[in-house]
């Protein structure tokens, strides 16, 4: 069974500087997707970025990029430029067989 | 267009209540999933529909739970007989389809048990 583990529960950066969010999963497949989810505190969950894992290039959304290690089955989120606006709950996901798995978040914090 | 919509926003009941949570997905999303976040945790998949085929029951964590679909529009999900432990926000996401993957995402009910 596919698994996706997040391991930083609790995450802290200064405003504007620049912070890495860590997830590594486990599939015995070779197609999916990965993504990051950001769920602020109005529990609205927003997807981030996504990275399908046939791409070796990694994605990048404006401040949000990605480290896609498909051997390594890790796929890392940086967030550089923080705002304050950036603080939330971070999810990392993995979707394969018609199956989206979620691992259990990071919370950012960002300090003014 | 419009986002996923869910309804009640929250919603207070008394142990052993039944209670009904309404999903709108957007229009033209054939797939509708259902999930559960406890306090501070992560999202637990309940139920996933795609267009006419039979629905993804293998998340449900027990027969009070059931979830309908008409088509492919509104969505609710049913908890009988609720319980404390069933306290927690439900989340609903609907996608193109199912192998499309990028889930949008309502903003959740919370439900609380007393």
Excluded at chain 1, 54 to 80: C, D, G, W
Excluded at chain 2, 34 to 41: A, E, I, P, T
């Amino acid at each position: 069974a596919q698994t996706v583990t997040q391991s930083q529960p609790e995450m802290s950066v200064q405003e504007a500087e620049t912070v890495t969010l860590s997830c590594t999963y486990d599939t015995s497949e070779s197609d999916y997707y990965l993504f990051w989810y950001k769920q602020p505190p109005s529990r609205q969950m927003i997807l981030v970025i996504r990275q399908e894992a046939y791409k070796q290039q990694n994605a990048t959304e404006n401040r949000f990029s990605v480290n896609f290690q498909k051997a390594a089955k890790s796929f890392s989120l940086k967030i550089s430029d923080s705002q304050l606006g950036d603080a939330a709950m971070y999810f990392c996901a993995y979707a394969g067989g018609f199956k989206t798995i979620f691992g259990a978040g990071t919370r950012l914090f960002v300090k003014a | 267009g419009a986002g996923v919509s869910q309804s009640p926003s929250n919603k207070v009941t008394e142990k052993g209540k039944d209670v009904e949570l309404r999903c709108d997905p957007i229009s033209g999303h054939t797939a509708l999933y259902w999930y559960r976040q406890r306090l501070g945790q992560g999202l637990e998949f309940l139920i996933y529909f795609q267009g006419n085929s039979a629905p993804d029951k293998s998340g449900l964590p027990s027969d009070r739970f059931s979830a309908e679909r008409t088509g492919e529009s509104v969505s609710t999900l049913t908890i009988q007989r609720t319980q404390q432990e069933d306290s927690a926000v439900y989340l609903c996401a609907s996608s193109l389809e199912v192998r499309s993957y990028e889930q949008y995402f309502g903003p959740g009910t919370r439900l609380t048990v007393t």
